[in-house]
């Protein structure tokens, strides 16, 4: 690989962010591959189930957000002209882009063989929170939550950044985040054994509209500042049924090539999907054909051996607002619920304590209710289709040929946003 186009993808990886309004991804926009053409995503809340715009240009986020429509609706010539025009040498296949409900994507797959096995990629489980920590989860980081306003992730006109927080694995559990921190390594320790040597684990949440997706990224500490480092597995909890699927790639940073396969997680209350972390994926826009006002929030949860906790100066509180703004930031502490200064929405984590079915033993596993089913996951082979060259454009409704797997500049990765 060029030494350039290995430095725009490493870029990628400093990059986390909270993107609450632009749907990019775990990083922030100044440390995107080209920055010049993909600022800051807009500041306004995307309230509504349109696409998030990601480009400062707002010709060009226009031309892009007139091109998912075209991939959504399965417009192949039209939108391999307006690739083309935009400079996109590659694009997301349509079994991504176009997504089909989750049903019919699972059948279509079904018939299909030779995709790579996902075990060890990436797992989904279905029922993952007992209903009384689902409940609690839903109270704190709800579609309605207040954390979303306090923290400034919505309705604020101050940019709020990638935010997070870090637990220690050892330390007894005192919120409701820790319990579901628990539960969630119990179950997610069989399909990626790793997790045992976790001691950290690191939070953040998302809650966009429909439309919004997120950016193809990997995950990273501190957002990548100071070399990138993935987490042992990453885990996504959906909270709402609402949005588009979450895309897993068999791209590592290390890779070479893009991948020639991904998986596809589609949203469901209470859905736990856990991938590898060094893993590159996205969230897809929701498709315009599944349109709906519910807001897409998820937690995500980050297994680390190792992770500093990086706390601003003692006396800065821990939300948003004229005093407490600077607080925010990549791998704080949790806060302590009787500091003084803690914003209201902390109240929101109280622990359940084992007898209301939270953390109910030390792994988090027995007597929390409810059956937990592993869910599907709809392989995607292959991830990537060239945009045609001119000269070459099919005679209409071509499907464009497999890309050839030789890492391209990201920017010319047509992702819909
Ligand atoms: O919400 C999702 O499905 C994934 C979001 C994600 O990858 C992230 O926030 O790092
Ligand atoms: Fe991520």
């Known amino acids: 690989m060029e030494e350039r186009h290995r430095r725009a993808w490493e870029k990628l990886a400093l990059y986390p962010l909270t993107r609450p309004r632009g749907a990019t991804g775990r990083h922030s926009p100044r440390r995107r591959a080209r920055a010049p053409t993909r600022p800051a995503p807009s500041r306004a809340v995307p309230l509504s189930t349109e696409p998030a715009r990601v480009d400062a240009d707002p010709r060009r986020a226009d031309e892009i957000a007139r091109a998912l429509r075209l991939a959504q609706e399965g417009r192949e010539r039209e939108l391999e002209h307006a690739l083309r025009t935009l400079g996109f040498t590659r694009r997301l296949t349509p079994r991504a882009l176009a997504y089909a409900a989750e049903y019919h994507a699972m059948r279509a797959a079904a018939g299909e063989h030779g995709h790579a096995p996902h075990a060890g990629c990436v797992c989904a489980l279905d029922g993952a929170l007992a209903p009384a920590l ?34 220690a694995l050892s330390a007894p559990a005192t919120s409701a985040m820790d ?75 290390a890779s070479n090539a893009l991948a020639p396969h991904g998986w596809l997680a589609y949203p469901r209350e209470n859905r736990l999907v856990a991938f590898d972390g060094r893993l590159l994926h996205s969230v897809v826009p929701g498709r315009a054909a599944f349109a709906t006002d519910r807001r897409r929030v998820t937690v995500m949860v980050a297994f680390w051996r190792d992770i500093r906790t990086r706390d601003p100066p003692s006396g800065a509180g821990a939300g948003a607002g004229a005093a407490g703004a600077s607080a925010l930031g990549p791998a704080r502490s949790f806060p302590d619920p009787r500091a003084p200064g803690t914003p209201a929405w902390v109240a929101d984590f109280a622990p359940l304590g084992a007898a209301d079915g939270g953390l109910s033993d030390s792994e988090g596993g027995a007597g929390c ?29 071509g499907t464009g040929g497999q890309a050839s797997l030789a890492l391209p500049p990201y920017d010319e990765l047509f992702q819909g946003l």
């Open 179 to 253: 319990e579901l921190i628990a539960r969630v390594r119990a179950l997610i320790m069989p399909h990626f054994p790793l997790v045992s040597r976790a001691r950290y684990a690191e939070w953040w949440a998302h809650n966009r509209a429909h439309g919004c997706g997120h950016q193809l990224h990997f995950d990273s500490d501190n957002e990548g500042d100071g070399g990138v480092r993935n987490p042992i597995a990453s885990v996504v909890l959906f909270l709402s049924a609402a949005g588009g699927p979450t895309l897993v790639t068999q791209q590592t940073l």
């Open 134 to 167: 689902l409940a609690r989860a839903r109270a704190a980081l709800g579609p309605d939550a207040r954390f979303w306003r306090e923290t400034g992730y919505l309705g604020s006109s101050a940019p709020v950044g990638y935010f997070s927080y870090v637990h």
């Open 369 to 397: 209710g409810g059956e937990v089913r592993v869910a599907p996951v709809v392989p995607v082979r292959p991830v990537w289709l060239h945009v045609q060259p001119a000269a070459e454009e099919p005679g209409g409704g």
